[in-house]
């Protein structure tokens, strides 16, 4: 096992890990297994049952990098014409997860001992699915069109009630931390689209192809600032998604290699 351990430890295993990363899930596809899910159980078997990879600085990266682009993407998917237009239903839905919420909440504060904002933590842990999970595998679940519209909206609905909810549950240790976090979250929102009509109009006619690659680095740096802010990179990383929605017309090569990165 040591053996193995070192193996994998090498750059030939690194190079065999993203192999079968990138190309096994989606032969398995052919079963109809979403390449999502078997990404995740490849890790899963590789961490705990084999026990590679653990405390690797290249992995922790490469993982922060694909926290970010799942998220990056969640974000630019998330249409909120289609939330308005179906918002009684999204609307319903949201109020059964905060039920859920609510009751796995007092489930831990009573059976687990834990305090009220770990267990808050812990009940969004436990029900908040992976809307990039979701939108990653949802061409595989032979769903119609308004089924697909249906799911879609319902799980970025989820997505943003439960990032708002861990903001909030996070910075709420005192007043002045959320207030300070609150100031800057909303500089964030205010900034991100002049950084974006900025690089469209200077940067993007000079730079062809260029407007996918500074998404992914602005999604990166948001992501770095809502973690110093004591938040998790997937805060950021949607943010700057949802922000960026609104300029996929003055941005017209996110949009086409987002679609080439998709399922």
Request: proline share 4%; hydrophobic share 60%; with cysteine.
């Amino acid at each position: 096992m040591d053996g193995v351990r070192q193996f994998f430890s090498s750059e030939l295993g690194y190079i065999v890990m993203l192999f079968a990363l990138f190309i096994v899930p989606r032969v398995l596809q052919r079963w109809r297994l979403p390449s999502a899910v078997t990404a995740l159980g490849l890790g899963a078997a590789a961490g705990m049952g084999f026990g590679l990879f653990a405390e690797d600085p290249t992995i922790h990266f490469l993982a922060t990098l694909g926290i970010v682009a799942l998220f990056l993407f969640a974000g630019l998917e998330a249409d909120t014409s289609l939330l308005r237009r179906e918002a009684r239903i999204v609307l319903q839905h949201l109020a059964l997860r905060l039920l859920l919420l609510a009751g796995a909440t007092f489930a831990c504060l009573y059976l687990l001992g834990l305090s009220a904002r770990p267990s808050l933590l812990v009940a969004l842990a436990l029900l908040t699915p992976s809307t990039g999970f979701i939108l990653d595998s949802l061409d595989k679940f032979g769903l119609s069109d308004s089924e697909r519209r249906s799911v879609k909206s319902k799980a970025i609905a989820t997505e943003m009630l439960a990032l708002v909810i861990l903001f909030f549950t996070l910075q709420s240790a005192s007043a002045v931390r959320l207030v300070l976090a609150s100031v800057a979250l909303v500089t964030m929102v205010l900034v991100l689209p002049l950084l974006f009509r900025t690089f469209a109009r200077w940067v993007a006619p000079y730079a062809p192809k260029s407007e996918f690659a500074f998404l992914l680095m602005m999604a990166i740096l948001a992501a770095y600032g809502t973690r110093k802010l004591g938040v998790y990179y997937l805060v950021g990383a949607f943010l700057v998604g949802l922000l960026a929605r609104r300029f996929r017309e003055m941005l017209p090569g996110a949009a086409a290699e987002e679609s080439c990165a998709g399922p």
